[in-house]
Structures are given as C-alpha cells and as structure tokens.
C-alpha cells in the first residue's frame, strides 16, 4: 500500500472533525426518559396539585384566570380565620416594558409568561422564556427546603396590588398562620428587576427560595434540553460553577456559598439572581423531566431555586447574554457566555468583531468580511514562505520522481523504504523546501474555523444578524439552493488551481481535487456566518497567490532549485 501523504491525513482529520460537528446535534436528541421520578415537593411532573394545570401542558391564557375549583370556592364561602387573604381569582396583571411584557396570576403569585420583545425563537414568533407546557410551578413560586407549610402557597390565591405606573406588583396571602408577601418592580429600558419574598408561620420567618421550573430559554431550537444549565458565581473559587439537568437525575443538588449571582440559563438567555451584600446564597438544582409547546416527548430540562436568607431579596437579570449588557450590570455576569475550550482564541475573536460591528460597519457580515481580511494579512508573511516552499517543490518533482523511480515497487515494511525517505528528505532540506508546506494553509485556517464556529454558536449578538440576502448569521440560509456554500466551492477550486501542485502519489492528488466539493457539502448546513468567514478567507488567499505568482517571487524560488540533467540530477 502506498503511504499518504501529510495532506491527505490532514484533509481527512479536518473533515472527521466536521463530520462530528455536523452530526453531534442529530446523535444528542433527547431520549425517552425513565419513569418519573418525585421532586423535593412529592410530586412527579405528570402529577398536578389542586388547582394546578395539567400534566398535558395546557395552560389559561394569562389574561383570563382559571376560575377557582369548587373546593376553593366552598371554602372562600366559609367565614375566614382573622387576617386571612380572600381565596379569589382577579384579573392577570401584565407588566410591559420597551423589553418585554410579562404575565403575572394571583394563583401563586408567579410568571405565566414571559415574553422578550426584541427577540423571536426559531419559529419566527415571540419568544417567551417560560415553560407553559411543563405542568410544574411556575417561574417565581416558592421552594421550602426545610419545613414545608400546609397550604400550597403556589397555588393559593393572592392579593393582588399593582402600584400607580404599572411596573410593579405585590402579592399577599395568609391564612391566619402561613404569611407570604412578594413584591416585584421592574424598570422601562432594562432587564433588571428587583424581586423580594418573605414568609412567616405563626409570625416566624420561615425560609424558603424562589424558583424557576421547568426548563427556561428558547425551547425551539433543536435539542433545547442540551444546552440547559443552572450556575453560580463561586466568589471564593472566583469560577462559574454550571450543572447540566442530569446532574440531578437522582434527586436535587444543593449548593452554598458567597456567590456574586445564581440562576438559570441556555446558549443564549439567562435569569440570574444577583445577591444583596456577602450573606451568602443557597441554590438547588432540579433536573425536572417535562414536555415543551414544541415538543410532547417529555424531555429533561433544568429547574433552579435560589434562596439568601429568611427574607429573600435580589436583584434580578431575565434577558439575553450579551456581553456589553451583561458586564454593566455585573463584571463577573459576563463568564454566563460560554466560548469553551477555544475561548483564549474565540472570545477575543468575537470582541474584534463586535468593535468592528458598533465602530465601523453596523452590520456583522461585514464586520466578519473585515476582520478576516485582516487576519489573512496579518498572516500573509507565513503564507508567502509556504508559497515559495511550494513553488520549490514543484520545481523538485522531476528529482522526487526520479527517486521514486529508484525504489518503485518497494513496500511500507522494506528496510530500503527509508532509504527513500531519507533521499527524499535530503533533497527537501538541501534546498529549504518544508514538505509540510501544502498543510500550512490549513492549519492556518484551523484554529479561528474553530473559533468562529463556537462564536456562532454561543453568541446572542450574532443571533438573527442579516447580512445582504442571509437573514441569521448563526443559522444556514434559508432558501433551498443556498449561494454562500455553492460560492465557496467555487473559490476553493480556483484556488486549488492557482496554487503549485507539488510532487507527489497521483492518486492521492486526484484525490485532493475533490476536496472542494466534500468541504461544501460539509458546510451546506453550517451556520452561514461561518461558511461567509471561510469563503472571505478563500478570496482574500486567492488574491495573495495571484500576486505571488506574478511577481519574480515565484520565478526567482523555482530557479533557486538549478536545472535538471538528463540522468534526473542537478
């Protein structure tokens, strides 16, 4: 068998890894889960308390209440213990801001929806951050992680006060030995809040945490359950600390310490709950195995409870992971965007072309054309030494197949096999040639492909960004015969073209010249932006080999090789 060279391994290496990134999101499809299991509440997702909606997702829209249970309804007829809250359903309260607009019930006092304003899911329609179909408490009910009270206070009814300007409400509820109070304010022109809760048994603080259940985020990409995380700011370990929801498969996980931020999040959106002063902050993480709006198949989603002492207190982050956004309200908030492995590459990477985008162009494409311009000069002295080693090879060819003629018909595994590499070897050394020259390219181009992609895929702000006829950025295009990757094989078999083929197997540089057409086919489902950033790279190459090869550059490195005599030497 004839060996292969140095460009093919790296081809086929280079394709195996985007092989795995084309086909991971086909292969982590959530699973059918195992029966369900019991949440530190006793009861299983499927289940339902009393007045609670049912396992079958269907929700009251959150302008209409679900009217109270005739059980309810006989008690409310009954005369109340003294102080006790009026068991009835009033009219939902929406809060809505320039952000988002918000539903609140006076069943639980919790978030029925939650819906961000500036922002659609993958189904071109509002996206709204809550799990109406998870049939589980709704976001802002009450953990007790200690003693637990009688009476579900997340499903009682409460008093419901809103103050004058319509971005604030309180609820109250007692039944003359359970207290709880919760008070919610939020602001025009940001997503910050603040949220306070407070419960008392028989006039004694009793603690407890608020929640989010149920799964958060954009529950219309593909594999939502993927990308869901609770964490926290560790201030002591000066650390994110993140727990997927099967780190809780077999019951919650609690965590304490002096966080600067707690909460929830996915890829792209994150509800923090920010801590008042160092007392300290509790967390529990739930992994709650629940159904979507999109999705019947329950599937397992993260569920968190956050929790500062007997009187909760926070300031509150629901909105999505923008960095400029994220570290004006709170340096550390800015580690929630995760760029992985590659973020000593990536995240500076993705700042460039932020600054590119708010400074210069004001628009992502663009901004994306530019610094990859700049990349590929920046690299371009590299470029030209592999140009010229290139040029040198081809020049040698006729010498590297005079020796391959020498030692034709000579296996792997014969002694003499390395004397023809060490002929050949000699040959390379003896007149500057790097015979890894054909793969510098490449390589070159590995490290920020790698790091683009995890841009694109974790970055909000490249999230619905257009570019000329391209409408997300972070997603393929969207018509049938998409241009970008067609584009791209195009320019990739100019380039092979233009560039000095050297000696070598030609089999392996037939090949080679395929190349082209499996690298397209691997980017046809990228995300555009990515497939925008590699075609910019192909031109801009293009254009450098082109000034190469009509300069004396090029003609001054094949000479340096010397003419070829008849007997196949110098």
């Not at 009814?157 to 309180?170: F, N």
């Not at 602001?187 to 419960?199: A, F, G, L, N, Q």
């Not at 003629?405 to 000579?410: C, D, E, G, L, V």
């Not at 500057?432 to 992609?453: D, H, I, K």
């Amino acid at each position: 068998p004839k060996e292969m060279s140095m460009e093919v391994r790296l081809l086929i290496a280079f394709l195996l890894m985007g092989v795995v990134m084309f086909v991971t999101p086909y292969f982590f499809k959530s699973q059918t889960p195992p029966p369900l299991k019991k949440d530190a509440a006793g009861q299983t997702a499927s289940q339902s308390t009393p007045g609670a909606p049912p396992a079958s997702g269907v929700q009251p829209t959150p302008e209409a209440p679900p009217p109270a249970p005739p059980a309810e309804a006989a008690a409310a007829a009954k005369p109340l213990p003294a102080g006790a809250t009026p068991q009835k359903a009033e009219p939902a309260f929406v809060i809505e801001t320039n952000l988002y607009k918000i539903a609140f019930s006076n069943q639980g006092g919790t978030v029925r929806s939650w819906q961000l304003k500036k922002t659609k899911g993958n189904d071109n329609k509002t996206l709204d951050l809550v799990n109406t179909a998870s049939g589980m408490d709704f976001p802002y009910s009450l953990h007790f992680p200690d003693q637990k009270p009688l009476v579900d206070v997340n499903w009682t009814w409460y008093k419901q006060t809103a103050e004058p300007d319509g971005l604030g409400v309180t609820y109250e509820f007692s039944d003359g030995h359970v207290s709880v109070r919760k008070v919610f304010r939020f602001e025009k022109d940001k997503y910050i809040s603040k949220v306070s809760t407070e419960v008392t048994l028989d006039g004694k603080p009793l603690p407890h945490m608020v929640q989010w259940r149920g799964g958060f985020g954009d529950l219309t990409i593909a594999n939502p359950a993927g990308s869901q995380r609770t964490l926290h700011f560790d201030l002591a370990l000066n650390k994110l600390v993140e727990q997927a929801p099967k780190s809780a498969s077999k019951g919650p996980l609690s965590a304490s310490g002096n966080f600067s931020f707690a909460g929830i999040a996915d890829v792209y959106f994150a509800a923090v709950f920010l801590a008042e002063g160092n007392s300290g902050m509790q967390q529990v993480t739930f992994g709650d195995t629940v159904r979507t709006p999109h999705e019947q198949t329950p599937m397992a989603l993260s569920g968190v409870a956050v929790g500062d002492g007997p009187v909760n207190r926070f300031e509150v982050f629901v909105g999505p992971k923008d960095i400029d956004l994220l570290k004006k309200i709170n340096p550390k908030l800015e580690s929630v965007v995760d760029f992985g492995w590659m973020a000593f590459l990536a995240k500076p990477l993705f700042l460039i072309v932020n600054y590119v985008n708010d400074t210069l162009v004001h628009n992502f494409g663009w901004a994306i054309v530019l610094v990859t311009v700049a990349i590929n000069f920046i690299l371009f002295p590299l470029k030209l030494s592999n140009m010229k080693s290139m040029k040198k090879m081809q020049a040698l060819k006729p010498q590297i197949d005079a020796i391959n003629a020498k030692f034709k018909n000579i296996g792997l595994r014969d002694p003499k096999k390395g004397e023809q590499n060490e002929e050949v070897m000699a040959l390379y050394k003896k007149h500057g040639v790097n015979p890894m020259g054909g793969c510098l390219p490449m390589l070159l181009q590995m490290p920020f492909f790698f790091a683009f992609y995890k841009v694109f895929t974790v970055s909000v702000e490249m999230r619905g960004a257009p570019w000329l006829w391209v409408t997300d950025l972070s997603q393929p295009e969207h018509w049938e015969i998409k241009i970008l990757p067609l584009v791209m094989i195009a320019s990739q078999f100019i380039m092979q073209k233009m560039t000095p083929q050297a000696a070598g197997d030609p089999a392996q540089q037939k090949m080679m010249m395929f190349m082209p057409l499996v690298f397209g086919f691997m980017f046809y489902n990228f995300p555009s932006g990515l497939v925008l950033y590699y075609l910019t790279s192909n031109l801009v190459s293009m254009g450098q080999q082109w000034f190469f090869n009509r300069t004396s550059m090029a003609t001054v490195a094949a000479e340096s090789i010397g003419p070829l005599k008849k007997n196949g030497r110098k």
